[in-house]
């Protein structure tokens, strides 16, 4: 469920900026994650800008500090190498979820299934 979650916020965080024609940003740490609006049109998150979504974590991400942004078309890049293909995964234990990690393109977000260091995307 934190996964399918997870990517139904990041879907509506990118049709909002592009709604809005204002970019938004995902803040990932190992324990959260944020959604926050550009809502001084400043192109970096300041402190003019308005938290949208906070949502804690049940398993902890693996991949941290991370900032992802979706600029006003829709476009995703993160801070991440290489920034148009960052994958998120999450320390599941001894589970074995359906998904448990989301691969994001610059045009794309899939949910997947961690193989080894990959994350394979169904």
Same mark, same amino acid.
């Given at each position: 469920? !934190? ?30 994650? !944020? ?7 400043? =192109? ?13 974590? !049940?398993?902890?991400? #693996? ?10 078309? =829709? ?28 691969? #994001? ?6 949910? =997947?299934?961690?193989? =080894? ?6």
């Amino acid at each position: 469920n !934190q996964v399918k979650g997870m990517y139904a916020d990041l879907m509506n965080a990118r049709a909002r900026a592009m709604q809005q024609n204002r970019s938004h940003f995902v803040l990932v740490t190992a324990n959260n994650f !944020q959604i926050i609006e550009d809502s001084d049109e400043s =192109g970096a998150n300041n402190a003019g800008d308005v938290v949208i979504v906070t949502r804690a974590w !049940q398993y902890p991400s #693996l991949v941290y500090p991370v900032t992802i942004t979706m600029n006003t078309r =829709g476009i995703i890049a993160s801070d991440l190498v290489p920034p148009d293909d960052t994958t998120i995964n999450f320390d599941i234990g001894n589970n074995a979820p359906d998904y448990d990690c989301i691969r #994001l393109f610059a045009t794309r977000i899939y949910t =997947g299934r961690m193989e =080894g260091t990959n994350c394979v995307v169904k």
